[in-house]
Structures are given as structure tokens and as C-alpha cells.
């Protein structure tokens, strides 16, 4: 799936990938090597990109979803991920499929892979080559808590993984090419639908890092940095959580 990723924020790489025009001062200022998604009382917001007022706009919300019917309160199950097969008919991302989609801007995602004799997974960074800005296709929810505030989220749309990076894990997150921005954000549900597909390796790349990344704790360059061997992790501890 994607429970993973990172963001390095740059107002000039933003405007130019994403056309924004309203909201780019919400930029955050540092760079998010290791985001995941809230839990408890860790609040995590990430960036995305929707449509207001036929307008652009950069936004901050909080990660997982939080269903509009759910009164602000996060539910019993992940709403991390939607998956694409069934998020139409999913009460938790139907309306949000229809009406509320949204790019979710990155710089790359991790993803967990499963060794033979491994006590450990080992992780790997998977990003576009040339190192660029680009999107998840997302989804965007309002939900108004009892006291009346309103609270909004999204969910990263996962998709199966094409058959080179199978090997790491059998999903990932969608991808939407920069030609498929405005039908993903405003475009009907046959037009968004027609950018559902695996991202093709020859775009990306993937490489093994140390499993220091598995500590959501840890947010810094060593998170991204290639490992040279994926039978060392420099960096690891015993203190590190599985993802």
C-alpha cells in the first residue's frame, strides 16, 4: 500500500508542477522525510492540491481520511489508503470519489519487502527518476466534529503494483502523470478513471535504504539515503519499529 512517504517543499518546484493559485504561503518550510499517517494523539498534515472555485489551491490536511459521517473521529480501520477497486462503492471514499479528489505532491514513498531468512524487511525508497516533484491521486473529506468544527483529511488511492516492483510489495500508490492533473481534480469519474493504472517502472526507481526509516520518529536524510548493501543497515537499532 502506502504508508510512507516524503515531501520536500519547494515553492518554485510546486507552482510549476501544479499551477497552484491559491494557498502556496501553506507551504510547509521544512522538508518531511518520513511521513505517516496520524495515530493517537500525533496529528500528521500533509499537503495537497485540489480544486476551489475553479482555482488551484494548496492545502493542509490531516492523514488518514476521516469520513464525512464520522463526526471528526477516526475510525476503527485504515483510511490511509483507498483503494482504487473499490472506492466507489466504499461508503468511507464514495463521495470523495465522486466530487472531492485531490493530488497529494512527494518526492518519493517507501515500501517494505518481505526476505527469505530475514528477521527484518527491508525497506526501499521508490521515487521518479530525475529526483522531481510529483502526485499521488488522493481523496479529500470534510467532517464536522460535535463542536462543530470542521475537519479535513485524505487518503492516498492505491492501485496494484506493475510487475517490476512486485517484487517489493504486490501495491503502491497511484500515480498521476502531470497530463492527468485536471481530469483527476475536476474532470467526471469516467475522466478521472482513465488515469488508473500502475505508474511504469521506466519512470521510477527504487533502491534499498537502511531500516532506520522503519522509526517514525526518525525524520532526516538518512531516511532516503541508498544502502549499499541490503544485507547491512547502517543506522539500525533495536529500537526500530516495522512499518
Known amino acids: 500500500m502506502c504508508g510512507r512517504y516524503n515531501v520536500i517543499p519547494n515553492a518554485e518546484a510546486f507552482l510549476d508542477a501544479f499551477d497552484i493559485s491559491v494557498g ?7 522538508p518531511a522525510y518520513n511521513i505517516s499517517p496520524s495515530m493517537g494523539k500525533r496529528i500528521t498534515r500533509v499537503p495537497i492540491v485540489r480544486m476551489r472555485m475553479e482555482l488551484r ?6 492523514w488518514p481520511l476521516i469520513p ?3 463526526k471528526g473521529q477516526a475510525v476503527s480501520y485504515s483510511t ?11 461508503p468511507t471514499y464514495r463521495r470523495a ?5 485531490c493530488l497529494i505532491p ?3 514513498y517507501y515500501e517494505w519487502q518481505i526476505l527469505p531468512q530475514r528477521k527484518h524487511k527491508q525497506p526501499h525508497h521508490i521515487r521518479m527518476k530525475g529526483q522531481g516533484t510529483f502526485a499521488f491521486g488522493g481523496l479529500w473529506e470534510t467532517s464536522t466534529t460535535a463542536q462543530g468544527e470542521a475537519l479535513e483529511s485524505c487518503a492516498i488511492v492505491t492501485t496494484a503494483a506493475n510487475t517490476e516492483l512486485k517484487f517489493i510489495h504486490l501495491r503502491m500508490p497511484l500515480i498521476i502523470p502531470t497530463e492527468g492533473y ?6 467526471t469519474t469516467d475522466e478521472a ?3 488508473i493504472q500502475p505508474c511504469p517502472l521506466a519512470l521510477l526507481e527504487a533502491y534499498p535504504v537502511s531500516t532506520y526509516v522503519n522509526n517514525p520518529g526518525h525524520d532526516d536524510p538518512r531516511c532516503i539515503a541508498r544502502l549499499e548493501s541490503a544485507h547491512s543497515a547502517p543506522g539500525e537499532t533495536s529500537t526500530d519499529k516495522e512499518s
Open 24 to 30: 502556496l504561503d501553506r507551504l510547509p518550510e521544512t
Open 57 to 62: 489551491e494548496l492545502a493542509l490536511v490531516r
Open 68 to 70: 464525512s459521517w464520522a
Open 80 to 90: 490511509a489508503n483507498a483503494k482504487c477497486e473499490t472506492m466507489d462503492r466504499k
Open 97 to 101: 470519489w465522486r466530487c472531492q479528489r
Open 106 to 108: 512527494t518526492n518519493g
Open 182 to 187: 485536471r481530469d483527476w481534480l475536476s474532470g
Open 193 to 195: 478513471a482513465r488515469w
